[in-house]
């Protein structure tokens, strides 16, 4: 029985390039969130998503920054133009309808 | 929105003693509040949770409280092992309500031999 499986654990980015980071959810669970974890800081909601849909993404930056769980493979979280302050831990977790959230390890995202 | 504050930010304890964490929450609107630990390099793992319809859950040496009317909720480890040293981390959301976590600051827990 997998859990939240989330790859790369580690990348590395040149400022301006594009960082994409994939996320595939525990089986059965239909609901994917990311979140932002920076260094000594608690995770921030960034999105919540279901397949196909954005259901809340009030914690997404409003340029760059953008999210996508399709039909089909893994939920993705994209990031455009990088800059020194993306780096940070990303978070994804997953659900069940109202059921508790389980995270996977993250992706170390470095900005060079 | 939600905010969520925790307290220790850190905690050392002599192995046996016990620990515990408090939160609070500003939104009474929140239910569900559950408590996950952090290793180093790994993601959060959820121990426990407790909905707003009950006071307190317990498992083994880990229980949770929750006080509504003072939107507080604390978490308490018993004999303390060192493999519970760890980042703890509170949260609040509401259920049904889009789900998203509000999470607290974390608290480094140091069990000393």
């Known amino acids: ?112 | 929105g939600e905010n969520v504050e925790q307290h220790p930010s850190t905690l050392s304890v002599q192995e046996g003693d016990s620990a515990v964490i408090k939160c609070t929450y500003s939104d009474s609107a929140s239910n569900y509040f559950p408590w996950y630990k952090q290793e180093l390099g790994k993601g959060p793992q959820l121990i426990i949770d407790i909905r707003s319809n009950v006071g307190e859950k317990k498992d083994q040496r880990i229980a949770v409280t929750l006080n509504k009317t003072a939107k507080h909720f604390s978490l308490h480890i018993t004999e303390t092992q060192p493999e519970d040293s760890a980042v703890y981390f509170c949260a609040a959301s509401i259920t049904g309500g889009g789900n998203k976590l509000t999470f607290g600051t974390g608290t480094q827990l140091k069990v000393e031999l």
Request: aromatic share 8%.
């Open chain 1, 1 to 112: 029985n997998a859990g939240v499986m989330q790859n790369p654990r580690h990348l590395v980015r040149r400022r301006g390039q594009e960082a994409r980071l994939r996320c595939s959810p525990m089986k059965g669970h239909s609901h994917v969130y990311w979140y932002r974890q920076l260094p000594e800081e608690g995770l921030k909601f960034m999105v919540y998503l279901q397949k196909e849909n954005i259901i809340d993404e009030s914690g997404m930056p409003k340029e760059r920054f953008s999210a996508e769980f399709p039909k089909e493979g893994p939920s993705i979280l994209r990031i455009q133009q990088v800059v020194r302050g993306d780096s940070a831990a990303y978070f994804c977790a997953s659900s069940r309808d109202d059921q508790p959230q389980h995270f996977g390890d993250g992706t170390r995202l470095s900005i060079l």
